[in-house]
Nanobody, 125 residues
Framework: QVQVTEYGGGSVQTGGSLTLSCVLS????????MGWFHQAPGKEREGVAS????????RYADSVKGRFTISQDNSKNTVYLQAENLNLEDAGTYYC??????????????????WGQGTRVTVSS
């Protein structure tokens, strides 16, 4: 059974950095499209980044390009999201998600089957 678990949320000040990690269990992560999603309080869940090891291709939302980096360690079955220069709009809950096969061209939560419980990021000025 595939399970997804996030780690690494916490509190940072604006301009600070944080790295989130997500472990996929029950299957080889290299076979999955892995995505990170962000949900601010009272708002819909939005795609942040995705990565598929088969193609080595990463996709990013425009709002995080140049600030966030998604990477993956297949030996640890783990995908990471390195977030830099955080701003107040980056606060909220970050979810890791997985779907078997290649990533879709869009960062749409409906394209993902397996979800973690989320990890909260707080950004203060």
């Amino acid at each position: 059974q595939v399970q997804v678990t996030e780690y690494g949320g916490g509190s940072v000040q604006t301009g600070g950095s944080l790295t989130l990690s997500c472990v996929l269990s029950g299957h080889k992560i290299a076979d999955f499209c892995m995505g990170w999603f962000h949900q601010a309080p009272g708002k819909e869940r939005e795609g942040v980044a995705s990565f598929y090891a088969g193609s080595g291709r990463a996709r990013y939302a425009d709002s995080v390009k140049g600030r966030f980096t998604i990477s993956q360690d297949n030996s640890k079955n783990t995908v990471y999201l390195q977030a830099e220069n955080l701003n107040l709009e980056d606060a909220g809950t970050y979810y890791c998600a997985a779907d078997l096969g290649q990533c879709a061209s869009r960062l749409d939560p409906y394209d993902y089957t397996y979800w973690g419980q989320g990890t909260r990021v707080t950004v203060s000025s």
